[in-house]
Structure formats: C-alpha cells, structure tokens
C-alpha cells in the first residue's frame, strides 16, 4: 500500500496527510467530501516534499492537513497558471482554520474552504479582495422546507430596509441543523454566496439576540438562529439590521464595519 492509496469515493479532491496523527481528521472530510487520502509515511524513503510534487497535478482541488510553512515548502514551484492550477486549502492539524491557500475563485478553493470548515468545525479563511472586503454577512433561519424563492424574497427585504444591496454580501450563516435545507442551499448557489454552518452548541453560547423566541427555543433548543449566527461568523462586525421576518424566513444582517465601502457593481 502506498502513499496515494485511496479509501472510498474520489472526486477531483486529494486529502494530503503530513502525518498519522491526523487519520482521524481526515477520515471525517473523505466521509462528508469524498476524495483520495495520501498517506505519504507509507513511503519513508521517499520524501514528502516530492511525493507530494508528483501528486500535485493528478487531482483538481487539495486539503492539505499541515502547518502553513509545510504547505509553502511543497508547493514552492508547482503554481504556473491560476486558469490551471489545482485549488488548495490548508487545514490545520487541530482543525481550527481553513484556509483556502491557491486557487480561490478558478480552482474553487474558497468554497472548499467553507466545505471543510462547515465538515470540521474551523473558521474559513478567504483572502481574496473580492470577498474578504465584502462587509456584509446575513444571519438566515427557517421554517423546514421553505421554498428558495421565499428565502429570496426575505433577503430583498432585510437588504432594502438597509438601502444595502446582495453585491455587498460576504457570507450566509446559518445554525447547524438548517446547514441542509434545499431552499438555503439554492438561494447561495444561485448568488454564489458561501454557506457558513455554526454548531448549535455556539450559537447556545452566544447568548444574545434582540428578542428571544420561544417558537426556536422549543424546535431548535436556542433563543435564536439569524442575530447570532451573523455575528458568530462576523467576528468584528455589529448588528446593522436585527431579525426581521417574513413567510416563515428570518434574516439578520451584521456589517463588519472596518472595511472599506465598496462601489456598487459596474454595469
């Protein structure tokens, strides 16, 4: 058995192992991404480092499980074109950041980046300008198979009392236990927006909403879903619009508001 024996589904996606330390890590993104897992110790006499260059180009997107200047070191003279290369996201051994490292809009990494994160738990790490500088993040709740065009209709509506617009949209964040509704999951495919999932246990945490509703406290076991939710996923930012509901969708809008202004989008 070598270094690039697979377990389970491959998908265009390697799942790279610096050590064994990190099976367990691993085991849980080929469960819920698929992939080929790399277990470059299996051939000791062969360096990681070179293992890995001979590996590079055989699959379309990477989660690299290493510290970041392993990842610097192995990939020192393999990106020759963004249009081309292979996305990579590094994730940390304790799985605390994902970080989507080459790649991020052609290879897809930034959205591999929230992939991982929602998976393990870890905060999403997106450099590139045209996201990073969006300053808006929206907190979504929902009633159970609500359909993609109220969640739609709900956004408009939160975004207008703002006089603020979907360009200026970083993320969505949502609890746990609605990370799988159709409907929100359309609505960011159909915007390309990435879904951020929180733990209910955090948002539990969080503890601070502007009404607390006894509706989600008795389905969803908190005071709510949308307030804390956007303000978990923007650290920095303050509640520019508290809950506002509408056909079953509740939306809530925090603005990071140390970025600078963006221009609207050219037309």
Same mark, same amino acid.
Not at 65 to 76: D, K
Not at 106 to 114: M, S, V, W
Not at 260 to 267: D, F, R, W
């Given at each position: ?28 993104l ?53 249009t ?8 940390d ?27 393990? *738990?870890a905060v ?20 159970? *198979? ?11 509506h939160?975004l ?18 609605? *990370? ?19 733990a ?57 508001? *140390?970025l ?8």
């Open positions: 058995m070598n270094a690039m024996s697979a377990q389970g589904n491959t998908s265009g996606l390697g799942i790279w192992l610096v050590r064994a330390e990190s099976e367990f890590l691993a085991a849980r080929q469960a819920a991404l698929g992939g080929t897992l790399y277990r470059p110790w299996l051939q000791a006499g062969l360096p990681q480092k070179q293992q890995f260059r001979a590996a590079y180009r055989h699959q379309a997107q990477w989660i690299m499980l290493a510290a970041s200047g392993v990842a610097v070191r192995f990939l020192e003279g393999l990106p020759q074109d963004k081309t290369d292979p996305a990579v996201v590094l994730l051994e304790a799985g605390r950041f994902a970080v989507s490292l080459l790649g991020g809009h052609e290879g897809g990494a930034n959205r591999l980046a929230y992939r991982v994160a929602n998976v393990t *738990g999403p790490v997106v450099t590139t300008a045209t996201e990073a500088l969006k300053p808006l993040v929206l907190g979504i709740g929902c009633r159970k *198979g609500v359909a993609v065009e109220r969640i739609a209709a709900a956004v408009t939160a207008g009392l703002l006089g603020r617009s979907l360009h200026e949209v970083r993320e969505v964040a949502t609890i746990d236990v609605k *990370g799988e509704e159709p409907g929100l999951l359309s609505f960011c495919m159909a915007n390309e927006l990435p879904l951020r999932v929180i209910s246990a955090d948002v539990a945490a969080r503890g601070w909403v502007t009404t607390p509703s006894a509706w989600v406290q008795q389905n969803v076991g908190v005071d709510g879903v949308c307030e804390p939710c956007a303000l978990i996923a923007s650290v920095r930012g303050t509640l520019a619009l508290p809950k506002t509901a509408l056909e079953g969708v509740t939306v809530a809008v925090v603005e990071d508001l *140390g600078p202004a963006l221009a609207g989008p050219s037309t």
